[in-house]
C-alpha cells in the first residue's frame, strides 16, 4: 500500500492544505506533513489515533485503510508524485472529475 501517496491524493482532491488539515487536527502542519513523507509513519502504532482522524477528514475508511484496500488511479498517482509547489490546472481538473482513490473490492 502507498499510504502517504493515498492520503496526499486525496488531500489534494478536496482542495485542502496541509495547513488546513493539521488545523483540523489541532497538530503543527510539520506534525502531519510527516504522514504524507515518512513511509511507514501512518501504519505506527503509537499514531493509529491520530491516524483514525486523518483518515476520517479525508474521507476514507480507516479499517478499509488499514487493510489496504485503496489505490490511486492515474490522477492520483500524478497529484501524489508531484512533491514541491501546487498542482497545475489541468491536474486539479482531472482530480476535480473523479477521486483519485478507489477501494480494490470495489473494482473487482
Given at each position: 500500500m502507498e499510504a502517504e501517496s493515498i492520503i496526499?491524493?486525496?488531500?489534494?482532491?478536496?482542495?485542502?492544505?496541509?495547513e488546513m488539515?493539521?488545523?483540523?487536527?489541532?497538530?503543527?502542519?510539520t506534525a502531519y506533513a510527516r504522514y504524507e513523507?515518512?513511509?511507514?509513519?501512518?501504519?505506527k502504532e503509537e499514531n493509529f489515533a491520530e491516524a483514525c482522524r486523518i483518515l476520517e477528514i479525508l474521507r476514507l475508511d480507516?479499517?478499509?485503510?488499514?487493510q489496504g484496500e485503496y489505490?490511486?488511479?492515474?490522477?492520483?498517482?500524478?497529484?501524489?508524485?508531484?512533491r514541491r509547489g501546487g498542482i497545475n490546472k489541468k491536474l486539479r481538473r482531472s482530480l476535480q472529475q473523479c477521486c483519485p482513490v478507489a477501494?480494490?473490492?470495489a473494482d473487482e
Open positions: 496526499r491524493a486525496m488531500r489534494l482532491y478536496l482542495d485542502l492544505t496541509q488539515v493539521a488545523e483540523m487536527l489541532d497538530i503543527t502542519t513523507k515518512e513511509p511507514g509513519h501512518i501504519e480507516p479499517q478499509t485503510f488499514f489505490v490511486l488511479n492515474e490522477a492520483g498517482y500524478r497529484a501524489a508524485s508531484r477501494c480494490k473490492k
